[in-house]
């Protein structure tokens, strides 16, 4: 048969207790010795130990709160715009300055109309 942690120990600390009360019955303290005094002072340590270590082995922790439920979260799907490609209508024409020459070492600048 076997006991578990906290029932042992309450267990000793009865027999602690009354292995002490029969030590204190056995022999009447006087007031001069005090040893009547020791022996109560060892009792109510002995007592005070059982009671507290079985109000902190015996107490029931509640058990923890269940996880939260799972809710897949919402996503949202964009749909890709569509691409639209334009074909060119005509041609892209621009101006251009270019250099046009007047004779051996001089030139000038022309704004011409390059179209593509």
């Known amino acids: 048969m076997s006991f578990t942690g ?24 006087t007031a001069r010795d005090q040893t009547g005094a020791i022996v109560g002072g060892l009792a109510a340590g002995v007592v005070g130990g059982v009671v507290g270590s079985a109000l902190i ?3 029931n ?8 439920e799972y809710r897949p979260r919402r ?3 964009e749909e890709p715009e ?11 024409c621009h101006y251009e ?3 046009e020459w007047l004779g ?10 390059v179209c593509e």
């Open 82 to 92: 569509p691409v639209v490609i334009r074909e060119r209508r005509g041609p892209i």
């Open 57 to 59: 082995n015996g107490a």
């Open 61 to 68: 922790n509640p058990p923890p709160p269940p996880p939260p």
């Open 6 to 29: 906290s029932f042992t120990l309450i267990r000793a600390g009865a027999v602690a207790l009354a292995a002490t009360l029969v030590l204190g019955a056995v022999a009447p303290a």
């Open 97 to 99: 300055r270019r250099k």
């Open 104 to 113: 051996d070492g001089e030139f000038t600048y022309r704004r011409v109309e």
């Open 75 to 77: 996503v949202l799907v």
